[in-house]
């Protein structure tokens, strides 16, 4: 997904940004690691050091709402909603407010539905696969 990263304009690649720090940010607390996260994939993104200054930190979903809306390319609107769930759920934890604020961002941004919730199961599976395959190393 590295190359997707790249074909997106710069300003996409902004709110791609903005997208991932507003969901590092869902619990008010910013760590070295998330910020070295951010780091990497602004990198993978072609985003200049630069460049990451013009990320904003939106504190509201309509915010980003309108930022998503601004992109035409309904593909890299569901890559920016794929992320950000896969941001979510990366501690293996998912709030229900996580979710639902997710799920309104992506739907403000004229998402379906339906694929929403395809990307919040494939999370889901991903993580009972590293679960599973941490038991396996583990059991005799």
């Known amino acids: 997904m590295m190359s997707f990263k790249k074909t997106m304009t710069h300003d996409q690649k902004i709110t791609f940004m903005e997208a991932l720090t507003f969901v590092l940010h869902f619990d008010g607390k910013k760590t070295p690691l998330q910020e070295e996260y951010l ?11 630069k460049d990451f200054k013009l990320v904003k930190r939106l504190k509201k979903n309509e915010d980003l709402i309108k930022r998503l809306r601004a992109i035409p390319d309904k593909k890299t609107k569901r890559f920016i909603i794929r992320e950000m769930i896969m941001m979510a759920v ?11 604020r997710i799920y309104e961002i992506g739907t403000g941004a004229g998402l379906k539905q339906d694929k929403i919730n395809d990307f919040f199961l494939w999370a889901a599976k991903g993580i009972e696969w590293q679960i599973e395959g941490a038991h396996m190393v583990e059991d005799d």
């Open 39 to 49: 780091m990497r994939q602004a990198f993978e993104c072609g985003l200049a050091a």
């Open 90 to 100: 990366a501690d293996h934890e998912l709030a229900d407010s996580e979710m639902c």
